[in-house]
């Protein structure tokens, strides 16, 4: 099992930027793919990127060109870079990790965007 934990969430003015980390610990073996997900009030799990372990990169439209992932292999950290937010980006925002064996996620961090 990975243990993730998400951080770098908080409120954010229209147009402006966040970064969001994810930090990985634990049985960090077989990783296949690594990637965010988000879910607004109301609505249902919205997948928004994927980075595969060769570094393959796909992202959903409404992130492609504002929305980048990453990853540092030596911290054991994956980041999603957030640029000119709009409100209806607010949500809270999960990282997971797909191995041979199963999908683990990190509990979530809050992004609130204000206009």
């Known amino acids: 099992q990975v243990h993730l934990v998400e951080s770098g969430g908080g409120l954010v003015q229209a147009g402006g930027s966040l970064r969001l980390s994810c930090a990985a610990s634990?049985?960090?073996?077989?990783?296949?793919?690594l990637g965010w997900y988000r879910q607004a009030p109301g609505k249902l799990r919205e997948w928004i990127t994927t980075?595969?372990?060769?570094?393959?990169?796909h992202y959903a439209n409404f992130a492609n060109g504002r929305f980048t992932i990453s990853r540092d292999n030596a911290k054991n950290t994956m980041y999603l870079h957030m640029n000119s937010l709009k409100p209806e980006d607010t949500a809270i925002y999960y990282c997971?990790?797909?191995?041979?064996?199963?999908?683990?996620w990190g509990q979530g961090t809050q992004v609130t965007v204000s206009s």
């Open positions: 997971y990790v797909d191995t041979d064996l199963r999908r683990d």
């Open positions: 634990g049985s960090i073996f077989s990783v296949n793919a």
């Open positions: 980075m595969t372990y060769g570094g393959d990169i």
